[in-house]
């Protein structure tokens, strides 16, 4: 990957949207703050309001305000909003976008466009840039999840995009892969020799991967209730981290070559069917309880609900990978809305020794265990044992953390963002940290099977308290294993 700057028409369909202004808005002020935009890239926002330039740059600059986790530096705001033109298009006309074409120059910048909307406006997006005649070789197109609710409807999407884009020029977003701590997953299996040689069946017991929210519905419930836990973040979050954890080392760091290890991963997922969903699966949704001492509603009484409604709101799962590296490891997944507390971590658990020579002091020795936390406090930690200081005891032994925190760690760096990454990756051209269409089509192809194994068992999903860890099941899930979740 090339580090020089690429000026860019960075133009963002959907930018007066809640993901432009909480999210893109503030990660392009780091990237000006940093010096990492190119002196000639612009931002153009389009939507369909009337808007006046100076009302846009106004819009954006109150944006910067609401919604940057620190204080913000006038002179980069100053510079970013000199960057910022606005244009109105209806995204449905085509001879609208022929407005953009008047304003684009891609002779001097290649014209990046991201996404922010709703996948049905996927297709009049790629219709109005293809007939105002302004999509080259170079000209990207970057999609904002989700692509599709099933492998039929992504196939869909993705059909409708490379109608215009070829697959080279498509940057398919997961945030997941931005964030710092899944970068640097990469550098911790594939640069350290103490990691790359004990990665598999001989050392590692079994892997757990947890995204837990504390919020609920926060009054999505139209939206949330078509997709659920599963399609919301397992389809996508979850199983990105689980491609990246079991992979096998890429040839390098190109784009390809780590898309395709992750795309071997997902082949190699034994299916989940109505024959094994029951023992392999647990489905839950939250009924009212207490999160930080204040009472909450149950799923089925949130604003707006369906009372009747048999959508999860928590998943767990065990996953076998079958291939040479990974036989008869299972990886357990959870997440779900209103559990203890939030919290996104990878869990790498290694076998138990095989004999104990310290059984006066630890009658068995606990394992050995990698925590990568992906949110909050990002970092690694390893857990392991040493003796207590001390002498005419004998030797005693107790649990220690070696704490990597990445803010202690590179203390006054700035942590960038998945959106600033990703972001940057999509200007310089670089798709590694995006996914392929075949790794999407697969994935789902995998979730299609449980969902279908769902419906066909035609279990409710089971019901937990607000403020717990999930349903009783999803201990059972671990415990018939002789296992137990990291809590």
């Not at 808005?25 to 990237?31: D, F, T, W």
């Not at 190699?268 to 094994?276: E, F």
Request: net charge negative; glycine share 6%.
């Amino acid at each position: 990957m090339s580090n020089s700057k690429k000026a860019c028409d960075f133009t963002i369909f959907g930018v007066l949207g809640d993901l432009s202004r909480r999210k893109l808005i503030p990660s392009l002020y780091q990237l000006e703050k940093a010096g990492l935009l190119d002196a000639d890239t612009r931002i153009i926002g389009v939507a369909r309001h009337e808007l006046s330039q100076e009302d846009f740059v106004a819009k954006m600059r109150e944006s910067l305000e609401k919604f940057s986790k620190k204080e913000i530096d006038q002179k980069v705001v100053e510079r970013l909003l000199l960057r910022l033109h606005y244009i109105l298009i209806n995204l449905d006309v085509p001879d609208e976008y022929n407005r953009l074409a008047e304003v684009v120059d891609q002779d001097k910048r290649v014209l990046v466009n991201y996404f922010s909307v709703a996948p049905f406006l996927f297709d009049d997006i790629c219709v109005g840039l293809d007939h105002a005649g302004i999509v080259t070789a170079e000209t990207r197109a970057v999609l904002e999840k989700p692509i599709g609710s099933d492998l039929a409807s992504s196939q869909e999407i993705n059909d409708t995009v490379a109608n215009v884009f070829t697959e080279s020029q498509v940057y398919r977003i997961d945030h997941y892969l931005g964030k710092e701590t899944v970068m640097n997953l990469l550098a911790l299996r594939f640069a350290n020799s103490i990691f790359t040689t004990n990665w598999d069946h001989n050392t590692i017991d079994h892997v757990q991967i947890t995204v837990a929210e504390e919020i609920g519905i926060e009054g999505r419930f139209g939206y949330f209730d078509k997709s659920g836990q599963t399609r919301d973040m397992l389809q996508n979050h979850l199983m990105q981290i689980l491609t990246l954890v079991a992979m096998e080392p890429p040839v390098d760091m190109d784009g390809e070559s780590i898309r395709n290890e992750k795309l071997k991963v997902l082949k190699a997922l034994r299916p989940i069917t109505i024959d094994t969903v029951d023992e392999k699966t647990v489905r839950g949704q939250y009924s009212a309880g207490y999160m930080k001492g204040q009472a909450v509603p149950g799923y089925l009484e949130e604003e707006g609900g369906n009372p009747h409604s048999t959508t999860e709101s928590f998943v767990a799962l065990r996953v076998d990978i079958d291939n040479w590296r990974w036989a008869d490891v299972p990886f357990y997944l959870r997440t779900g809305k209103r559990l203890t507390t939030k919290r996104s971590e990878v869990v790498i658990y290694f076998k138990h020794l095989p004999h104990n020579i310290f059984k006066s002091s630890y009658k068995k020795i606990p394992r050995n265990k990698l925590v990568i936390r992906l949110q909050p406090n990002e970092g690694v930690e390893i857990e392991m044992m040493n003796k207590v200081p001390g002498i005419g005891k004998g030797i005693k032994l107790q649990k220690t953390l070696l704490d990597l925190s990445f803010s202690d760690a590179f203390h006054g760096e700035h942590v960038a963002n998945a959106y600033e990454r990703l972001i940057l990756e999509a200007m310089m051209g670089n798709q590694s940290l995006f996914i392929r269409r075949d790794e999407v089509e697969r994935s789902w192809e995998w979730i299609d099977s449980i969902q279908n194994a769902w419906k066909q068992s035609n279990e409710p999903p089971k019901k937990y308290p607000a403020g717990s860890w999930g349903p009783v099941a999803s201990v059972a899930l671990l415990a018939r294993d002789g296992r137990e979740w990291e809590e």
